[in-house]
Antibody, heavy 124, light 107 residues
């Protein structure tokens, strides 16, 4: 059974960088069959895709966040990470990591496993 | 930017059929997937590739697609099905997009 677990500071100051790590068990971030993604949800609001990273290190990000987002992989620890720079109160959210797999048609994707989520509050 | 449009809320009585729609220009060419999110919990996949049900998801959950609209149907909705439901798909640039979510009330 695949499990994902987010970790990182729960409080970040405005203008600083938010950093989160997702530890994967029961699966490998080195697998070419999956994409490793981050999704966030501001309090009381809907889900927003942040981006994904692939085993090769290639990544793609939501255009609305692209200038502030960096994702990376640590295959030795079976982890992937998110950095979001220059945060403001609008970045306060529950951050989820998730595994994404390809659909049967070969060009669609969906998330099949999610972490439990980590609340990150941006406040001084 | 690409948008998936869902009704903000749907309400049914227990045992009735709940239908939640999601519309988007690319849905005639792209799969849609549905997630259930109960209060304080992570989303759970309930339907993938328009109408397939993951193992462990009750048979009362089904999905269908027609043109640029997809529909999640819960036949004989139960109180425990009360949750937020999100459709999800990919735009023409392979950017991932969620619908705004629909709050299902069963009472």
């Amino acid at each position: 059974q695949v499990q994902l677990q987010e970790s990182g500071p729960g409080l970040v100051k405005p203008s600083e960088t938010l950093s989160l790590t997702c530890t994967v068990s029961g699966g490998s971030v080195s697998s070419g069959s999956y994409y490793w993604s981050w999704i966030r949800q501001p309090p009381g609001k809907g889900l927003e895709w942040i981006g994904y990273i692939y085993y090769s290190g290639s990544a793609d990000y939501n255009p609305s966040l692209k200038s502030r987002v960096t994702m990376s992989l640590d295959t030795s620890k079976n982890q992937f990470s998110l950095k979001l720079s220059s945060v403001t109160a609008a970045d306060t959210a529950v951050y989820y990591c998730a595994r994404e797999r390809g659909a049967g048609n070969g060009y669609d994707f969906y998330f099949d496993y999610w972490g439990q989520g980590a609340l990150v509050t941006v406040s001084s | 930017s690409y948008e998936l449009t869902q009704p903000p809320s749907v309400s049914v009585s227990p045992g009735q059929t709940a239908r939640i729609t999601c519309s988007g220009d690319a849905l005639s060419k792209k799969y849609a997937h549905w997630y259930q999110q109960k209060s304080g919990q992570a989303p759970v996949l309930v339907i993938y590739e328009d109408g397939k049900r993951p193992s462990g998801i009750p048979e009362r959950f089904s999905g269908s697609s027609s043109g640029t609209m997809v529909t999640l149907t819960i036949s004989g909705a139960q109180v425990e099905d009360e949750a937020d439901y999100y459709c999800y798909s990919i735009d023409s640039s392979a950017k991932r997009v969620f619908g705004g979510g629909t709050k299902l009330t069963v009472l």
